[in-house]
């Protein structure tokens, strides 16, 4: 079984692969200052469910693959992977690390490793030229070429960042749920607050989306737009852009790093 973490700004998720097949996931909310054995407790305890894995640290884990937006947490897995995991290959991404997919920007070390393992497997699941839609914390755009490269993409504020914001600057807003309004014209302060998010960043990524396509392709209808991140779903109905949704983009990307680096290890 290979073990992938996705280490976001926000949560961070783990997936199980049985080969090709991801059999068991989890979010965890990403807190910077969880230590080493801390995480080697709280994987225990999350792992200790599954009915493919023994009792202990480790047991049925044959693999490992990490990313990570965090520094401190990467650190703090990185000691996870010596201290409990000594015997199992871990590939941790970061330069150096083998992809697969050329990054073509002006400072490559720059781009977040979950952009990159996102084009990954973006590049094997469908091809270029392709957009990846991230909503994470930040809504990424990510844009892969015709020849599989890394070109380059757009950041902005993710949806719970803008809802928060609204709370804390606004003297008559406040914190809400993330959902669906009835309408788009709301009733109260609450829907007009969800409309705004819901269609807003709907607009938003249709508008980004069609701009990066014109630049990416002679044939815009050529580009293929993967959406993926927890927050997805609020805005796939209401885009009229994205053309796949892959909850599991990132683990997948993590899959196909691990097995393109472990030969080398």
Known sequence: MLLTIDVGNTHTVLGLFDGEDIVEHWRISTDP??????????LQGLMGMHPLLGDELGDGIDGIAI????????????????RYYGDVPAVLVEPGVK???????????????????????????????????????????????????????????????????????????????VARPRSVIGKNTVEAMQSGIVYGFAGQVDGVVNRMARELASDPEDVTVIATGGLAPMVLGESSVIDEHEPWLTLMGLRLVYERNVSRM
């Open 99 to 177: 992809t697969g997919v050329p990054i073509l920007t002006d400072h490559p070390k720059e781009v977040g490793a979950d952009r990159i393992i996102n084009a990954v497997a973006a590049v094997e699941l469908y091809g270029g030229p392709a957009i990846v839609v991230d909503f994470g914390t930040a809504t990424t755009f990510d844009a892969v070429s015709a020849r599989g490269e890394y070109i380059g993409g757009v950041i902005a504020p993710g949806i719970e960042i803008s809802v928060e914001a609204l709370g804390v600057k606004g003297a008559q807003l406040r914190k809400i749920e």
């Open 67 to 82: 990313c990570a937006t965090v520094p401190s947490v990467l650190h703090e897995l990185r000691e996870v992977t010596r």
């Open 33 to 42: 200052r969880r230590t080493a054995d801390e995480l080697a407790v709280l």
